[in-house]
């Protein structure tokens, strides 16, 4: 089963913060460039990409307004974690089979939706044992 997920291609890095003020502020002295900060309103959070060249993007990932966020319990024991990665598929049924085939335990933690940051491609995200929270970024 060596191999079963080399479709995947690594998008970004996932940070969750209460505020982005000071990971903008160290991002920036490392020579990234952020981008416009985003209301995903189906996930109840701010997101926003921060790219280099030759750098891994991160997106930071901040708590929407009023009702629950899915980074609440996070970021009440931690201020700021680099918390997922995201991986974009190019078939999100194959992927799932693949991670089952080669014996890891998945567990759905968020239900297939589209996300603003990605201009309505769908995303969905899985606790991997032993690995920690995966993103998958569906490819159109």
């Known amino acids: 089963m060596k191999q079963a997920l080399k479709d995947l291609t690594f998008n970004h890095f996932g940070l969750a913060v209460k505020q982005d003020k000071e990971a903008l502020t160290m991002l920036e002295a490392m020579g990234y460039t952020p981008g416009e900060r985003i209301l995903d ?15 891994p993007t991160i997106e930071i990932v901040q708590p929407g307004e009023g009702d629950k966020s899915p980074l609440d319990a ?12 995201c991986y974009e598929t190019p078939d999100l049924a194959k992927t799932l089979a693949s991670i089952e085939a080669a014996g890891l335990r998945c567990m759905t933690l ?29 490819r159109n």
Not at 41 to 55: E, G, H, S
């Open 41 to 55: 309103p189906l996930q109840n959070v701010y997101v926003r990409l921060v790219t280099a060249p030759d750098k």
């Open 74 to 85: 996070m970021i009440s024991k931690y201020n700021e974690l680099i918390y997922h990665t």
């Open 110 to 138: 968020a239900e297939r939706k589209p996300a603003v940051l990605f201009g309505g491609r769908h995303v969905s995200f899985y606790k991997i044992f032993g690995w920690g929270i995966l993103e998958l970024l569906e």
